[in-house]
Every structure is written in structure tokens, then in C-alpha cells.
């Protein structure tokens, strides 16, 4: 099974970029289809981005979209969020996730999770 680790999370400031990296361990890394969730104080943990195996299909939350870039690099066991135009509203945890399913855009779907990464967003 797959384990994850995030990094890149930090303070920003609004209308700055942040990039979160997740790497994965072991040879099936390209066997998972891979997701960003995030979870804000006091509120459920939320879908944000999700990228299939081979990396030719995105899917991402409305809030997010055309703010954030999802990719991964199988070869080197690491995905990517890429975000810009950051709002105090991104203010969360944001976890890696691996899925056995084709487009993981539910929690429930989720079979793996890394441990997150805390982003924080100034106004």
C-alpha cells in the first residue's frame, strides 16, 4: 500500500502562490488515481483536486478552479498542487489522498491518506 507525505504548505499572503508536493512511497504509485482534499477549523474535510493515474484527467472543486493546477510525475512518485491567487478562504489542512477509484472526488473514496499540510492565507 501506498504512503504519503506532504510538504510545501506555509504562510501566504492574499492573492500569493503556494506549491504543495505530496510523495509517495513504494513501487505502486501509479497504480492510485490521487486527490487534494483540505479541511478548515470546524468545518468537514472537503474535496479540492483530483488527477488519474496516468495523469491525463483533472477534476477540481468550484471554488478552486482556475486557480489551482493538480499534476503528478509518476517516475519520480510525486504530485503537485499548484496554487495561485490564493484567498483567505484557502485557509486549511490540505491532505494527499490515493484511491483505488478512476477520479477520487469523495471523501469516502479515499483508501489512503497523507498526514497534511497547514496553509494559511493572510488578507
Known amino acids: 500500500q501506498v504512503q504519503l507525505v506532504e510538504s510545501g504548505g506555509g504562510l501566504a499572503q492574499a492573492g500569493g502562490s503556494l506549491r504543495l508536493s505530496c510523495a509517495g512511497s513504494?513501487?505502486?504509485?501509479?497504480?492510485?488515481?490521487l486527490a487534494w482534499f483540505r479541511q478548515a477549523p470546524g468545518k468537514e474535510r472537503e474535496f479540492v483536486a483530483a488527477?488519474?493515474?496516468?495523469?491525463?484527467?483533472?477534476s477540481y472543486a468550484d471554488s478552486v478552479k482556475g486557480r489551482f493546477t493538480i499534476s503528478r510525475d509518476n517516475a519520480k512518485s510525486t504530485m503537485f498542487l499548484q496554487m495561485n491567487s490564493l484567498k483567505p478562504e484557502d485557509t486549511a489542512i490540505y491532505y494527499c489522498?490515493?484511491?483505488?477509484?478512476?477520479?477520487?472526488?469523495?471523501?469516502?473514496?479515499?483508501?489512503?491518506w497523507g498526514q497534511g499540510t497547514q496553509v494559511t492565507v493572510s488578507s
Open positions: 513504494g513501487r505502486s504509485f501509479s497504480m492510485y488515481a
Open positions: 489522498a490515493a484511491s483505488q477509484r478512476l477520479l477520487p472526488t469523495q471523501v469516502r473514496y479515499v483508501g489512503t
Open positions: 488527477i488519474v493515474r496516468n495523469g491525463d484527467t483533472t
